[in-house]
């Protein structure tokens, strides 16, 4: 096993970065060089460690279950098989808001107003809109939709919360304080939002195509949410994986390190835990050999 290693990732603080950071904080002392990427992010992540590009990486299991399957912005492509090590769990739903002094109690009355709204969500040319662009179908808020009144729909980074010239936020809220949650913590803070429940028909739309499940945004978590706001609850956490044909003693030693050291999942501005009733729940994938040995060893299989 080569002691130069790539950790596919995603931007600096988020998440999938963060188990990289962790892998190389575990791995230096042994001697390993951990390189944590930054543009393997979201649709990427795949590619990189399917495609060579990187030894190992983290990406949530619905988006590697897309590439191997060859669906949504997989489609024609190929990846080396890839195994599991574990799943790191991490508190997420998908929420939506609106400026409070716009009047609007649900995103039904956005779509059937004529008020040109400014939509801000997540890029609709990535993986991660995928779910986004279900919910935005099903309340008629599409792009087309909101551009013939006059709107807009803008990625997360554009717009400025200070100016206030956006006016209702779509996207993925996490359990944490980091870069992944800097969109919702801002809007938060510096506009006046009030919190959508999702219709319950959605959400069991959405759970039977396996997009998650219902749940509760927690009280208070952000500044508008003074009431439980039903929302799709996302906690299937994040698989840290690999290609198949990896080193089984490096994967077990690396399984046992993750496993040694749990407080370090906690202990990150993004709330993760490796937890030993769901690290060996990897489903789409199967366990790496060299990960499942290791589980049994330590009776968790």
Known sequence: MSKSLKFAGSAVGEPWWVLGDITRRLLEPLGYEVEVLSASGSTNNPRYVGGGKADLGASVPQTIGWAIAGEHLYQGETFA???AIGRVR?????VAAARHELGFTSLHQIAQSDYPVRLLTHDLESIASV????????????KEAVEAKGGS???IGQGDFRAGDIDVILA???MGRSAVTKHWIDASVLLNLRFFDFDDELLAQLAANGHGGTGEVP???LRGVDKPVKALNRHDGILIYLPADTDEEFVYDLTKLYD???DLFFNQAVHM???PAAVVKTSPLQLHAGAERYYKEAGLL
């Open 219 to 221: 009280f208070h978590f």
């Open 273 to 275: 835990a490796w937890d």
């Open 153 to 155: 729909v803008r990625k």
């Open 81 to 83: 098989e890839l195994r």
């Open 172 to 174: 993925n809220l996490y």
């Open 260 to 262: 040694s050291n749990r």
């Open 90 to 94: 991490r508190p997420s739903w998908l």
């Open 131 to 142: 779910v986004p662009k279900q919910v935005m179908e099903y309340y008629g808020l599409t």
